[in-house]
């Protein structure tokens, strides 16, 4: 069983950055990838950003150039850098990851609120 931890979100102003981290039970080189979605009050679950074992990314057009999916393989740990959020930004952000057998797993959460 995969566990995901999420962490770093808060409130924040409008166009400033904060920078969310999944620490996994397990070695990120080993899942066939990872990604951030968000859920905003009354809306569906949406992809964020995704990063597959290649380093291969990919980003929702909303959040292209603002926001950054990396890892850190040594620490087992995923990022999202949010940079110059905006309100519509607000949301519970989940980590996720699909392995080899195609097996997926989901963070607990972390609220982000951008408000002035």
């Known amino acids: 069983q995969v566990q995901l931890v999420e962490s770093g979100g808060g409130l924040v102003q409008p166009g400033g950055s904060l920078r969310l981290s999944c620490a996994t039970s397990?070695?990120?080189?080993?899942?066939?990838?990872m990604a951030w979605y968000r859920q905003a009050p009354g809306k569906q679950r949406e992809l964020v950003a995704r990063?597959?074992?290649?380093?291969?990314?990919n980003y929702a057009d909303s959040v292209k150039g603002r926001f950054t999916i990396s890892g850190d393989n040594a620490k087992n740990t995923v990022y999202l850098q949010m940079n110059n959020l905006k309100l519509e930004d607000t949301a519970v952000y989940y980590c996720?990851?699909?392995?080899?057998?195609?097996?997926?797993?989901w963070g607990q959460g972390t609220q982000v609120t951008v408000s002035s």
């Open positions: 996720q990851t699909t392995n080899w057998g195609l097996n997926i797993y």
């Open positions: 397990g070695r990120i080189s080993s899942f066939l990838s």
């Open positions: 990063i597959n074992s290649g380093g291969t990314t």
